[in-house]
Antibody, heavy 125, light 107 residues
Framework: QVQLVQSGAEVKKPGASVKVSCKAS????????ISWVRQAPGQGLEWMGW????????NYAQKLQGRVTMTTDTSTSTAYMELRSLRSDDTAVYYC??????????????????WGKGTTVTVSS | DIQMTQSPSSLSASVGDRVTITCRAS??????LNWYQQKPGKAPKLLIY???SLQSGVPSRFSGSGSGTDFTLTISSLQPEDFATYYC?????????FGQGTKLEIK
């Protein structure tokens, strides 16, 4: 079945970096993008960006520009999200999700149709 | 950035009730609107995409409507497993922002 398996929980100190992995299975990895979404404790969902697994093109949320890098390894069907210069407000559950699409004659509709279980990242001194 | 505002923020209802959640965009997003359900400690689940298209496997009691700036998610007859938090998300232009969520609780 289609699934995304994320790496385990991380505890980091302020100023450090974290790299979360997301391994896809059950579908052709390069036919879809991977989006990243995070959720701070007790808060709502925040879209971080996405990467095309086909050509590596990325689109990041402006507020994370310069601190986040999303990559893929097509040989292992794995996506990665690295966040640098961590702060306490980066403490959150980080989700990867498959970027599904529906094409019409004129438009493409994008959505997140398969999600990983999430990776808890705690930033604390 | 496009701001998404959901109402109400929380809602109490009973099994069997018909429930409607509203999502408003700060500018027109055509029908580039998705709805997700999230239960505590779990990843979100896609319910509706393109404002009104039901995701495969999602029960038909869920429906979505709207276009432009105003959208609704309707649950026609609440079931015990529907008590959760619901989020709208625009996919019109990045950043693909979410609403703040609507927590649906048992009355």
């Amino acid at each position: 079945q289609v699934q995304l398996v994320q790496s385990g929980a991380e505890v980091k100190k302020p100023g450090a970096s974290v790299k979360v992995s997301c391994k896809a299975s059950g579908y052709t990895f390069t036919r879809y993008g991977i989006s990243w979404v995070r959720q701070a404790p007790g808060q709502g969902l925040e879209w971080m960006g996405w990467i095309s697994a086909y050509n590596g093109n990325t689109n990041y949320a402006q507020k994370l520009q310069g601190r986040v890098t999303m990559t893929t390894d097509t040989s292992t069907s794995t996506a990665y999200m690295e966040l640098r210069s961590l702060r306490s407000d980066d403490t959150a559950v980080y989700y990867c999700a498959r970027r599904g699409e529906m094409a019409t004659s004129s438009y493409y509709y994008y959505y997140m149709d398969v999600w990983g279980k999430g990776t808890t990242v705690t930033v604390s001194s | 950035d496009i701001q998404m505002t959901q109402s109400p923020s929380s809602l109490s209802a009973s099994v069997g009730d018909r429930v409607t959640i509203t999502c408003r965009a700060s500018q027109s997003i055509s029908n580039y609107l998705n709805w997700y359900q999230q239960k505590p400690g779990k990843a979100p689940k896609l319910l509706i995409y393109a404002a009104s298209s039901l995701q495969s496997g999602v029960p038909s009691r869920f429906s979505g409507s709207g276009s432009g700036t105003d959208f609704t998610l309707t649950i026609s007859s609440l079931q015990p497993e529907d008590f959760a938090t619901y989020y709208c998300q625009q996919s019109y232009s990045p950043p693909y922002t979410f609403g703040q969520g609507t927590k649906l609780e048992i009355k």
